[in-house]
């Protein structure tokens, strides 16, 4: 996906990222992998798109979060819209990655980083550039996340990262490793531009 793509995306919906390719595939993968009564984190969320989908299609306990506030609004209107019985289909929270939540809570986190490589002469510096960019290499956001995620899975549990062919798809999974995960495809589209892969992550100790 180019720079010029995700700019055209924006629209006049300048502080949200919403649904692409991307978004379809992590869905996908989430949906195939997530069991009703399982506790489920999207970080990440933006729309919440993603989180909605999982919520209504495996009926697992939904967390979903993100950092903007603005993504954090269009999210739980989302959620309310999707609920049953004035209950929302997934609950939303404010969060910088992982940080907001307790060791072993999630027994499955979903994430869709932003992952662009972006020169840093050239940067819009608003929320969507923090939804799209990954810095020079892409991994800018990944690589903290990786640090920090396994601190939140149950025993067993698993983390579904989406990966693009532009962050370097086998540093990703190194750096993955070197961190006590291992890694297997869940599902991969490819695109002219790119290819895109949902990775499983499981810890080496679960």
């Given at each position: 996906?180019t720079r010029d793509d995700l700019a055209a995306?924006?629209?006049?919906?300048?502080?949200?990222?919403?649904?692409?390719?991307?978004?379809?595939?992590?869905?996908?993968?989430?949906?195939?992998?997530?069991?009703?009564?399982?506790?489920?984190?999207?970080?990440?969320?933006?729309?919440?798109?993603?989180?909605?989908?999982?919520?209504?299609?495996?009926?697992?306990?939904?967390?979903?979060?993100?950092?903007?506030?603005?993504?954090?609004?269009?999210?739980?209107?989302?959620?309310?819209?999707?609920?049953?019985?004035?209950?929302?289909?997934?609950?939303?929270?404010?969060?910088?990655?992982?940080?907001?939540?307790?060791?072993?809570?999630?027994?499955?986190?979903?994430?869709?980083?932003?992952?662009?490589?972006?020169?840093?002469?050239?940067?819009?510096?608003?929320?969507?550039?923090?939804?799209?960019?990954?810095?020079?290499?892409?991994?800018?956001?990944?690589?903290?996340?990786?640090?920090?995620?396994?601190?939140?899975?149950?025993?067993?549990?698993?983390?579904?990262?989406?990966?693009?062919?532009?962050?370097?798809?086998?540093?990703?999974?190194?750096?993955?490793?070197?961190?006590?995960?291992?890694?297997?495809k869940a599902v991969e589209e490819s695109y002219?531009?790119?290819?895109?892969?949902?990775?499983?992550?499981?810890?080496?100790?679960?």
């Open positions: 996906m995306r924006r629209g006049a919906e300048t502080t949200v990222y919403q649904p692409a390719e991307d978004s379809a595939l992590l869905a996908r993968a989430a949906v195939e992998n997530v069991s009703g009564g399982e506790r489920v984190l999207e970080v990440g969320t933006g729309s919440g798109w993603v989180a909605g989908r999982v919520a209504v299609e495996t009926r697992a306990d939904v967390v979903a979060s993100d950092l903007n506030p603005h993504a954090c609004r269009q999210a739980r209107d989302r959620g309310r819209e999707l609920g049953d019985g004035g209950e929302p289909a997934f609950e939303v929270v404010a969060a910088n990655l992982v940080s907001a939540f307790s060791d072993g809570t999630f027994d499955v986190v979903l994430f869709n980083p932003p992952y662009l490589p972006t020169d840093p002469d050239n940067e819009w510096g608003d929320w969507m550039e923090r939804a799209l960019s990954g810095g020079e290499s892409g991994r800018a956001v990944i690589e903290p996340f990786l640090d920090t995620v396994g601190h939140v899975l149950t025993p067993g549990g698993c983390v579904l990262l989406l990966v693009s062919s532009l962050t370097g798809y086998e540093t990703v999974l190194d750096y993955a490793r070197e961190r006590g995960f291992e890694a297997e002219p531009f790119e290819t895109l892969t949902v990775v499983r992550l499981t810890r080496d100790d679960s």
